[in-house]
């Protein structure tokens, strides 16, 4: 299995509707992200979560919003989705900051969660 | 404010050939981290390396290598031999010190038999 899943992998919505994306992970760590990913832009941080009472936006929070119902839980919700919205979206997981400690500081990802708002 | 350009689009290579992928980083700290991370077409992101600011060795693993240039705010990568398998998106990214990865836009690579 792996260590950071996301569902779905796949869903298709209509303008207007409410969609959640979730994420878990069995890496054990307390930093949690979402990422969106368009064509030609790269990844852009939607929000993160450094432990469970700690929640800060990320550079394109708008229309979005999070929860962190556990260390290993990190949702993603589009209260009334557009069709700007549509993207593949990335939910990740990192131990520590580089540097403070053995890990490397590097980011797990999921596999993605691709969404079509029409 | 933290910054990563990656210029080239997409790069088109036949098998065999050498490739270099550029990046070239923004940043106003004296620490920071520099990552590559390679999307195959599956879809997943992954690790492949990190270095940070203090430690301007090169590094080679395998057929890859990375040009760390403090002096141009570069990081380079370079494909020796390269590989169908290696057709990927490659993104550059930048961490500094207390704050949030930064990626660049990514770039297309499309290694030809």
């Known amino acids: 299995d792996a260590d950071v899943t996301q569902t779905p992998r796949n869903r298709i919505t209509k303008t207007g509707k409410r969609i959640m994306l979730e994420c878990s992970q069995t890496k054990g760590h307390d930093r949690m992200y979402w990422y969106r990913q368009d064509p030609g832009l790269g990844l852009r941080l939607i929000y993160y979560?450094?432990?469970?009472?700690?929640?800060n936006k990320g550079e394109i929070s708008d229309g979005y919003s999070v929860s962190r119902q556990a260390q290993a839980k990190f949702s993603l919700s589009l209260e009334s989705a557009i069709p700007n919205q549509t993207a593949l979206y990335f939910c990740?997981?990192?131990?520590?900051?580089?540097?403070?400690?053995?890990?490397?500081?590097?980011?797990?990802f999921g596999e993605g969660s691709r969404l079509t708002v029409l | 404010a933290q910054k990563v350009t990656q210029a080239q689009t997409e790069i088109s290579v036949v098998e065999k050939e050498d490739v270099t992928l550029d990046c070239v980083y923004e940043t106003r700290d004296t620490t920071y981290y520099l990552f590559w991370y390679k999307q195959p077409p599956s879809g997943e992101l992954v690790f492949l390396i990190r270095r940070n600011s203090f430690d301007e060795q090169n590094e080679i693993s395998g057929r890859y290598s990375w040009n760390f240039q403090k002096s141009t705010s570069s990081f380079n990568f370079t494909i020796t031999a390269s590989q169908v398998v290696d057709s990927a998106v490659y993104f550059c990214a930048l961490q500094e010190y207390g704050n949030k990865l930064v990626f660049g836009a990514g770039t297309i690579l499309r290694v030809k038999s």
């Open positions: 990740a997981t990192s131990d520590v900051m580089p540097g403070q400690g053995k890990g490397a500081g590097e980011l797990f």
């Open positions: 979560s450094f432990d469970v009472k700690d929640i």
